[in-house]
């Protein structure tokens, strides 16, 4: 009814081609424009990941979980800006932004999570997460980028003559690392479900239910890309497994 587990671990990431061969120009609405410029050598972003958790079956229908963790980054590659430059080309200065090895940095956060049964016909599992993220050296961060927290709490319902009614309430903090600064929000989803067969199952799902639209991450500043939000969504399912 008990285990516990600990882990240590190592990844590398290799330079894209975009890192080490693609020249970019970026065009703002006016000078100076920006030039991301490749760097053939960059050396391997490196990871070290530690992890300890704990699980608990408390009861027949009650168990839960923690785990912590604490990743730490290092020769991380990110643009670094130079001197800029008159580029005859375009009549107009340019800011140099060379790939570089220029950042390290740390993350570290616990995820806790429960599974409860109240009855035969009803579960519920609920989960919070939180992380930080420290970066050091260089270059353009992506602090504020994750959310801190995060909650995920699901109800699933079995109503009775082969019908099964979820919903589903999840919670994402603000990202103020982005430009303009991802909003924190709540939103729900549902699902109903009706399954004559062990084979077939028809379902109705709605999703994002409590707003028209809203924003769950963000843009780049540098690329001018439109911000793009999720919608609320009512959409038919039929499965057949076999």
Not at 34 to 51: F, K, Q, V, W
Not at 74 to 82: C, M
Request: aromatic share 14%; net charge negative.
């Amino acid at each position: 009814r008990q285990s516990a587990w600990a882990s240590v671990s190592r990844a590398v990431r290799t330079p894209a081609i975009l890192d080490d061969n693609i020249e970019v120009g970026l065009l703002s609405s006016a000078p100076p424009f920006l030039r991301l410029l490749p760097n053939t050598g960059l050396d391997n972003e490196s990871l070290i990941a530690y992890e300890i958790g704990y699980r608990e079956q408390t009861t027949d229908t009650f168990s839960w979980d923690f785990a912590t963790f604490f990743n730490d980054y290092s020769k991380l590659i990110t643009p670094v800006a130079g001197a800029p430059f008159l580029d005859p080309r375009f009549g107009a200065m340019v800011v140099p932004l060379t790939r570089q090895n220029a950042q390290s940095g740390e993350s570290y956060g616990f995820e806790l999570a429960a599974n409860w049964q109240p009855s035969e016909t009803w579960k519920l599992y609920g989960q919070y997460s939180f992380v930080q993220i420290q970066l050091h050296g260089g270059g353009q961060g992506s602090e504020g980028q994750t959310p801190h927290s995060q909650f995920y709490l699901q109800s699933s319902w079995d109503i009775g003559c082969d019908w099964q009614f979820d919903l589903i309430g999840r919670y994402a903090d603000q990202l103020p690392g982005f430009t303009p600064a991802i909003e924190s929000y709540f939103e729900m989803d549902a699902r109903l479900a009706w399954r004559p067969s062990k084979s077939l199952e028809v379902a109705v799902v709605g999703q994002n239910l409590l707003d028209s639209h809203h924003a769950e991450n963000g843009t780049s500043a540098l690329l001018r890309s439109p911000l793009v939000e999720i919608q609320r969504s009512v959409y038919g399912q039929v499965s057949y497994r076999w």
